[in-house]
């Protein structure tokens, strides 16, 4: 009875430890697949053909005026594609402002962004600084050798995360402007400011040609002027000339005598 007592207390125990190792095994397993889809949980996932592309911010959460990336890691059949140097020239990125195609984008040519004993392999990145929060589109437009590829992007809850405001995530509270609140203001002043140079341009023209105008009437007024004081000289020195003398009496008058 002791020896079964015995075996039934150790199967018991026996059985409580592999119920924990496999518990705390299966929560590993768990965890490392969380850790492993980490990168990508904020990126969107496409595929093209034989190529399949992850593309979102290098860093998350963005953060305006801060420095980013474009991140785009490219797997080929499966597997991380390593031999895109030569073929990138061929492949544009572009960054728009906002969740549609904007004429004036960024364009953002890739470049490997890992090694041989460093970094993700196929991760291709752009570098840049985000400098207004808000939505962000990327777009990927060119080819990988034989394969046309042209995929639009635009942040959102389903892809990656809009670039946030600093402000808000700073501690402690930051109570200067952020960069972004100086550069719509500094936008603002100039604004301002070329309108107040171009009123006081207009202004300065107008009062030249007042001026210039002026000045004709004023050498009109002269020029006149002169004019009517040659002509009062000439009248008055005709007024005042004595009269001539004349030839026909005086030889009569010599005659007679």
Known sequence: ????????????????????????????????AALAAAPASAHAEKTVGRYAFVVGFGDEPAYAGQPNSLQVLITRDGKPATDLAGQLDGLMAHAY??????????????????????????DYRSFFVPTQAGAYTFELKGKLGDQRINLVVPSGPETFGDVNDPAKAAFPAVKDP??????????????????AVAAATAAQRAAEDTADQARLLALGGLLVGVVGLVVGALAWGRRTAPPAARNDLTLTGAGKV
């Open 97 to 122: 402002y906002g969740r549609k195609a904007d004429p004036e984008n960024a364009m953002m040519p890739l470049e490997p962004h890992f090694g041989d004993d460093w970094g993700t392999p196929g």
């Open 178 to 195: 952020s960069t972004a609140q100086l550069a719509q203001r500094l936008d603002r002043e100039t604004t301002r400011l070329n309108g």
């Open 1 to 32: 009875m002791r020896r079964q007592s015995i075996h039934s207390t150790l199967s018991t125990r026996l059985l409580r430890v592999a119920v924990v190792l496999g518990a705390a095994v299966l929560l590993a397993a768990v965890l490392l």
